[in-house]
C-alpha cells in the first residue's frame, strides 16, 4: 500500500504522519488524532459538520484527503479554546441556547470564527451567508445568529 | 474511503502524460469537492489520483486594462467571489461564483474543477446503470425528470451544473486546454458538448487534456452585467434555471447585449439569434415581454419539467429590467 509523508500544522504545533491515499482528512484528524469535535452528518458537502480551517479558511473535512494537507495549517474546534478557557464563540453559545443536541455546533462555531477571522463586525445577512453551508436541524438558527452576534458585540468591548 | 495511488507531478506535462497513458484508471484531482464525491458514490473507480493543486501558477487572478481578465485553473470560487475588479467590470462572473454552494466548498472549489464538474442527475449520481454511465436506457428521460433539461437534451437529459459557465457563456470567455505538449484556446461555447455529440463527457476534453486557464476579454466601455439564480431552497443549491446577462444601453434601449441560461439545457445555453434581436430592444414592458416570450423555441419540455420554460422566460424579463434599473 502506498503511503504519503504529510507535515502540517495541527491546532498550532507542527506534526508529521503517514498516510495512506485513500484516507479523508475527516477521518485522519478523529481516528489519528482523537479529534472527534469535527462530525460526521453527510459525507458528501451538505451540512457541514465537518468544518474545519485550512490556511484561514472554513473548509469541509469530507472531501479533502488526508494527503492533500502537506504543508498546510489546520485547526480544528478543539484548538480554538485556550488552554481550557472556552473561547467567547463557545461561551456565547452555550448562554444563547445556540446548542440542542450539539452535532452541528463544533462546525457552527468554526464557520463563525472563519467568519470573524475576515470580518470581525459582521451584519446579520454576512452572518447567515456564513453559515448557509452548515445545517442545523434543532434549533432554528435564531439563537445560533444571536451567539454569533454577542460574540461580535463582546470582541469590541474587550478589544 | 477506497484504495487509490495518488501522485503529486511538479510539471503540467507529467501530470497531462500521466492522465494519457493510464486513460480512465487515472483521475485529475484539483480541489476534490466533487472527484471524492464521485469516487465515494462509486460512479468512478480511478486507481491513482493526479494532484494538480500543487502546481505553480494556475491560481492567479490578472487584469490587464484594455485585454482582459486571465484565471488560472486553480483559482478558488471564493476567491472569484471576492475579486474587486471582477466585480466591478465581470459583475455577472462574481456574481454566478458567490451564490455557488456553501462557503465551504467557495473555499476549496476551483473554476477548472467547476467547469468540468459532473452532472447532477439523481440517477446518474445513485446506481442507475444509465446511459452516461455506458447502459441503454435513459432514466430521466420516462421518469423523475423535475430538474432536468427543456432543450438541447437526447439521449441524455441533464442539465450543466455549472454557475460559473452561465456567466462565462454570457462574457464570451475562452478556455486554454493544455494537450500534447501545446496550449490551445478555444471559445467557451465550443468547450461543452451536447449528449447528441458525445453522451458519456460534458465537454470536449481528452484523457490527458487540462483546462489551464479562463480567459474574458476586455468589455466594452459601460458595460452592465448581473445572473440571476432561482433555486428551489432559499439557501444554497444548484439552479433550477439561472440566468446570466452581459448588455450596454443608450437611450432606453438595449445597444447590445448577451444572453446565457443555466438549468435549462445539457450545456450553458446560448442562442444567437436572441442575441441579436436584443440589440435595439426597448425597455418597456411591451417589448421584453415579447421578447421574452420568443425564448427557446425548439424547447421540448419533458413530463415534469414545463415549469421551467415559464421561469426562464420570467428571469429573463427580470434580468433586463434589473439591469437597465441599475
Ligand atoms: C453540496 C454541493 C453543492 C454544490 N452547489 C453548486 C452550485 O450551486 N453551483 C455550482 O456551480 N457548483 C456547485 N457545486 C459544485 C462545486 O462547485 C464543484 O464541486 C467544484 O467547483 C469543483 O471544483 P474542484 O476544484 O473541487 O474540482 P474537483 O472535484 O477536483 O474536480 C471536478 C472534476 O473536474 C475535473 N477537473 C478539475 N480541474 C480540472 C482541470 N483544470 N482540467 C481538467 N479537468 C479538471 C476533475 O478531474 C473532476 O472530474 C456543488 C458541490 C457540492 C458538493
Ligand atoms: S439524464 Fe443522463 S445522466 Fe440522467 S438518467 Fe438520463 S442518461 Fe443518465
Ligand atoms: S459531513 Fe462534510 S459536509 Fe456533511
Ligand atoms: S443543535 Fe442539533 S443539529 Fe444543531
Known amino acids: ?34 479529534l ?16 474545519i480551517i485550512l490556511d484561514g ?49 463544533p462546525g457552527m462555531i468554526i464557520s463563525a470564527y472563519s467568519l470573524l477571522l475576515l470580518n470581525p463586525n459582521p451584519a446579520e445577512q454576512e452572518i447567515r451567508e456564513a453559515i448557509a453551508g452548515n445545517l442545523c436541524r434543532c434549533t432554528g438558527y435564531k439563537q445560533i445568529i444571536s451567539a454569533i452576534e454577542e460574540s461580535i458585540v463582546v470582541n469590541i468591548e474587550n478589544d | 474511503m477506497r484504495e487509490f495511488n495518488f501522485t503529486n507531478p511538479s510539471t503540467l506535462d507529467e501530470a497531462s502524460k500521466i492522465l494519457k497513458t493510464s486513460d480512465s484508471s487515472s483521475a485529475l484531482l484539483a480541489g476534490g469537492t466533487d472527484l471524492l464525491s ?43 467571489a471576492e475579486h474587486q475588479i471582477i466585480k466591478d467590470k465581470f459583475t455577472v462572473l462574481s456574481d454566478a461564483a458567490s451564490v455557488i454552494a456553501s462557503p465551504q466548498l467557495r473555499n476549496m472549489g476551483t473554476i477548472g474543477g467547476n467547469l468540468c464538474q459532473r452532472p447532477r442527475c439523481w440517477y446518474y449520481r445513485e446506481e442507475f446503470d444509465c446511459i452516461r454511465k455506458g447502459g441503454d436506457i435513459c432514466y430521466a428521460y420516462l421518469g423523475k425528470n423535475k430538474y432536468h433539461c427543456i432543450v438541447g437534451g437526447g439521449p441524455c437529459y441533464i442539465v450543466h451544473p455549472s454557475d460559473t459557465a452561465v456567466a462565462l457563456t454570457a462574457l464570451d470567455a475562452k478556455v486554454t486546454i493544455y494537450s500534447n505538449g501545446d496550449y490551445k484556446s478555444i471559445p467557451i461555447q465550443e468547450f461543452f458538448i451536447l449528449p ?37 431552497r432559499n439557501a444554497w443549491d444548484f439552479a433550477v434555471v439561472s440566468v446570466a446577462s452581459v448588455m450596454n444601453l443608450s437611450n432606453g434601449k438595449i445597444s447590445s447585449g448577451k444572453l446565457a441560461w443555466g438549468g435549462v439545457a445539457p450545456v450553458p445555453w446560448q442562442e444567437e439569434q436572441l442575441n441579436q434581436k436584443m440589440s435595439g430592444l426597448s425597455i418597456d414592458d411591451n417589448s421584453v415581454e415579447e421578447f421574452s416570450k420568443s425564448l427557446f423555441e425548439n424547447s421540448e419540455p419533458l413530463e415534469h419539467n414545463e415549469y421551467k420554460l415559464i421561469l426562464a422566460k420570467n428571469l429573463t424579463k427580470r434580468i433586463i429590467k434589473e439591469i437597465a434599473a441599475d
Not at chain 2, 40 to 62: A, T
Open chain 2, 196 to 232: 447528441e455529440v458525445n453522451y458519456l463527457k460534458e465537454n470536449v476534453l481528452e484523457p490527458g487534456e487540462i483546462v489551464t486557464e479562463i480567459f474574458i476579454p476586455e468589455p466594452k466601455a459601460d458595460v452592465k452585467s448581473k445572473y440571476i439564480k432561482f433555486m428551489e
Open chain 2, 38 to 80: 464521485l469516487i465515494k458514490h462509486e460512479i468512478i473507480d480511478p486507481e491513482n489520483l493526479v494532484n494538480i493543486k500543487n502546481l505553480n501558477g494556475f491560481d492567479k487572478i490578472v487584469y490587464r486594462k484594455g485585454e482582459g481578465l486571465k484565471l488560472g485553473a486553480l483559482v478558488r470560487i471564493s476567491d472569484i
Open chain 1, 36 to 51: 472527534t469535535g469535527t462530525k460526521e452528518g453527510c459525507g458528501i458537502g451538505e451540512c457541514g459538520a465537518c468544518t
Open chain 1, 57 to 105: 479558511k472554513a473548509v469541509n473535512s469530507c472531501l479533502i484527503l488526508a494527503c492533500q494537507i502537506d504543508g498546510k495549517e489546520i485547526l480544528t474546534i478543539e484548538g480554538l479554546a485556550n488552554s481550557g478557557e472556552l473561547h467567547r464563540l463557545q461561551e456565547n453559545f452555550l448562554k444563547k441556547g445556540a446548542v440542542q443536541c450539539g452535532f452541528c455546533t
Open chain 1, 1 to 34: 500500500m502506498q503511503m504519503i509523508a504529510i507535515e502540517f500544522n495541527l491546532n498550532g504545533i507542527l506534526v508529521k504522519a503517514e498516510v495512506n491515499p485513500g484516507v479523508r482528512l475527516i477521518d485522519f484528524l478523529r481516528d489519528e488524532y482523537g
